[in-house]
């Protein structure tokens, strides 16, 4: 069993920056591919970014060169840090965790945290 508590997110300008964490206990961290979802009010979840035990990492389209995952295995925690936001962005982001390797099929994912809003205005 995995637990996920994420934290960071919040009201900002388009442009801004925010850096969202998670911090998971339960299991082996460092063994997890982490990854990060998010949902904006009407639409699926969709994913945004992930990171395996090697580090390798993924980015989904609208979010490469704005946004940067890493993992902090020492503190249990992974993070996303947000730059240039842009409206599109608003939504609640969730962090999810699996044994294995990473992918962006949310389904694949059995441990998830409860989100954090990060709502960007014009």
């Known amino acids: 069993q995995v637990e996920l508590v994420e934290s960071g997110g919040g009201f900002v300008q388009a442009g801004a920056s925010l850096r969202l964490s998670c911090a998971a206990s339960?299991?082996?961290?460092?063994?997890?591919?982490m990854a990060w979802f998010r949902q904006a009010p009407g639409n699926e979840r969709e994913f945004v970014s992930s990171?395996?035990?090697?580090?390798?990492?993924d980015y989904a389209d609208s979010v490469k060169d704005r946004f940067t995952i890493s993992r902090d295995n020492a503190k249990s925690t992974v993070y996303l840090q947000m730059d240039n936001l842009r409206p599109e962005d608003t939504a609640v982001y969730s962090c999810a965790a699996r044994a294995g390797y990473m992918t962006p099929w949310s389904g694949a994912y059995p441990y998830w945290g409860q989100g954090t809003q990060v709502t960007v205005s014009p």
């Open positions: 990171i395996n035990a090697n580090r390798y990492t």
């Open positions: 339960g299991r082996t961290f460092g063994s997890l591919s």
